[in-house]
């Protein structure tokens, strides 16, 4: 039987924890003892205005609940200003939950710049302003848990969102980076692609469907990933309306020609249904197994 777990003497930084997935996270941590740092700038979901309130209201109610918790009402491109934060407030850092996030959706020919940088600026380098911020410190200590946050639409594609499929691949990107780097310093690092009933997902999908997404369904996949029990790094998970599962990579057999072998366009498009066909695939977890096939083609 496993005991309740908890996060008594953690101090957890939750980003965009204002509203929505955050807001859900940020109670779940401070109901379980950890000391947490609510962090949200107050803007709208497309990154306008700013306003202290929304990380205010999360903190009192953690406060009523009886846990510790502290605002910050800075831009995850702050994430220095975020971490000393926690700091001043709670003398360390345990746990980075990058949560924050915008949307900016509009077809690709008519994205503007502005629509492109701002998007990227919030997702990707706010997680890595925050994560980077962390990381000495938790590099020091030994120990550190980071989720990132990811979406669907990165994994496969969405219309109307590149800027955001970009951003957010990216921050796996950054995740499987460093996990490799944290790995020997006990620092773990994982990434999930949640779907929920959101701000960011209001006009997305009918209400009906909105009614089962609920937020609480997310936070306790955050809250194992966060805990120093898990062992788990580099995972990728999808998880909504009581769904979790592991997503890994999946690589075809392929066709060697022979590293020194000429060949043609037309003999890649005779061979096309070996490259393409899925049968006894491979699943390659790190750099050296994606390399194992090119070793294979030298010797074939």
Known sequence: MISTLRFDGKVVIVTGAGGGLGRQHALMFGSRGAKVVVNDLGGDEKGNGQAADAADKVVEEIRKLGGEAVASHASVTDGASIVQTAVDAFGTVDVVINNAGILRDVSFHKMTESDWSLVQNVHLNGSRSVT????????????GRVVMTTSAAAIYGNFGQANYAAAKLGILGLANALAQEGRSKNILVNTIAPIAASRMTATAFSPEFLDNLRPEAISPLVGWLAHDRCTETK?????????????????????????????????VAREWDSVTDFTDAEHPTDLDASLEAISRALKA
């Open 132 to 143: 980077q911020a962390a990381w000495p410190i938790l590099r020091d200590k030994g120990y």
């Open 235 to 267: 995972g990728l998970f999808e998880v909504g309306a009581g769904y979790i599962a592991k997503l890994r990579w999946e690589r075809s057999l392929g066709h060697c020609f022979g590293s020194s072998t000429s060949f043609s366009i037309e003999d």
